[in-house]
Every structure is written in C-alpha cells, then in structure tokens.
C-alpha cells in the first residue's frame, strides 16, 4: 500500500514555470507506476504523464508534450511534473496517482490533489 501526497500547486503567471511533487510513504514506493491527472470543476479528469517504476518508460497527454516533464527519485518517494511554458488552460487540481500495471487505466491509489492556477 503507498499513501500520496501532492504539493508544490499555486498561482503562476502564462508562460511561468511550477514544478509539482508527489511524496509518498510505503515501503514499495519503488514498484508502482505514478501518473499525474487533472481536473477542472466542471469537466472530466484528464490524464496529464506518468511514468514507469522503473524510470525507464514515460508517457504523456498530446496536451503537455514539450512542455511538462515527469520524472522520479525512488530513493526519496518522489515523482516531480515540471510543468513551463504554462497556459491558462492548464489551470486545475492535479492528482498523482498509483498503480502496478503500466498501460492500464485503473489506478489503485490517489492524492488529495494540488491546485494549479495560470493567469492570463
């Protein structure tokens, strides 16, 4: 079992830079999957990257590519989104969240969620 927590949200600027973390607790941090989603009131959560517990595979919403990284430190429990060149468009609360299972949709484990809000 992992727990998550996200932080790192806040008010930025369009074309500003944040970079969100996921902290989590559990002694098998290490063998899940992590991915990011969002979600605006009033509109569907959207997938926004995740990465492989390995490191070794990512994969990212058309939406973000280029422009949002995701990255992970194991040894800290740690999975960063460093999100540039940010849009109005991508203000939402963003979830991390966790699974065992690479390509499937179904993730056993979420966050509270952070806030990020782009001001135009």
């Known amino acids: 079992q992992v727990q998550l927590v996200e932080s790192g949200g806040g008010l930025v600027q369009a074309g500003g830079s944040l970079r969100l973390s996921c902290s989590a607790s559990?002694?098998?941090?290490?063998?899940?999957?992590i991915a990011w989603f969002r979600q605006d009131p009033g509109k569907e959560r959207e997938f926004v990257a995740a990465i492989m517990w390995t490191g070794g595979r990512r994969d990212y919403a058309d939406s973000v590519k280029g422009r949002f990284t995701i990255s992970r430190d194991n040894a800290k429990k740690t999975v960063y989104l460093q999100m540039n060149s940010l849009k109005p468009e991508d203000t939402a609360v963003y979830y991390c969240?966790?699974?065992?299972?690479?390509?499937?949709?179904?993730?056993?484990?979420w966050g509270q969620g952070t806030q990020v809000t782009v001001s135009s």
């Open positions: 559990g002694r098998t941090f290490s063998t899940y999957n």
């Open positions: 969240a966790a699974n065992r299972a690479w390509g499937n949709a179904q993730y056993n484990y």
